[in-house]
């Protein structure tokens, strides 16, 4: 009888066991990409002192970890910025890598947008633009920076890649 049970469970086992995922060429190469200009943001990240912006956020995103709460300033950019940091500061614990950590995030996921653009400009032109990206001075520049800048450079980027995918897809 323990042969028969077997013998009827043990394909449906198999088969569940079989489901895996396979990664393409071109999802291992970006996934390197945006691995690498990681590291290149995260290189040293804690090294240099705060710009007085920097100084401003990481006080404002501390004071929201603290429970001190959040006070909108038309001059602060809005409250993503803070809640992310805060956020960091939670896993991360309030220091300088931790103020810094998401702008570095951003900026490497930044470098993997343009792997949706393949269909319209090529595995290569999408991997040269993502290299443009990487290795662009300012914008490595931004994503160790505490500000919202490269928040806005990667949520543009992403805007414009979607909408590209939207008007040639429909």
Do not use: C
């Not at 710009?51 to 001059?75: C, P, V």
Request: aromatic share 18%; charged share 15%; proline share 4%.
């Amino acid at each position: 009888m323990k042969s028969r049970i077997s013998k009827f469970i043990l394909p449906e086992k198999k088969r569940l066991l079989r489901v895996s995922y396979r990664p393409t060429w071109d999802q291992g190469i970006f996934s390197g990409l945006v691995i690498l200009s990681l590291l290149f943001r995260l290189w040293e990240l804690s090294d240099r002192p705060f710009h007085y912006d920097e100084s401003l956020h990481a006080i404002y995103s501390w004071e929201l970890f603290t429970g001190m709460g959040y006070r909108y300033e038309a001059w602060t950019h809005g409250p993503m910025q803070f809640f992310l940091n805060a956020l960091s500061f939670s896993i991360f614990s309030d220091t300088d890598f931790s103020v810094r950590l998401p702008y570095a995030l951003a900026g490497s996921a930044l470098v993997g947008v343009p792997y949706f653009l393949r269909k319209s400009i090529g595995l290569l032109g999408s991997v040269a633009a993502s290299l443009m990206l990487m290795f662009s001075p300012s914008l490595l520049y931004f994503s160790r920076y505490s500000r919202n800048d490269i928040y806005a450079a990667f949520f543009a980027l992403a805007l414009f890649v979607l909408l590209w995918i939207y008007m040639h897809e429909r």
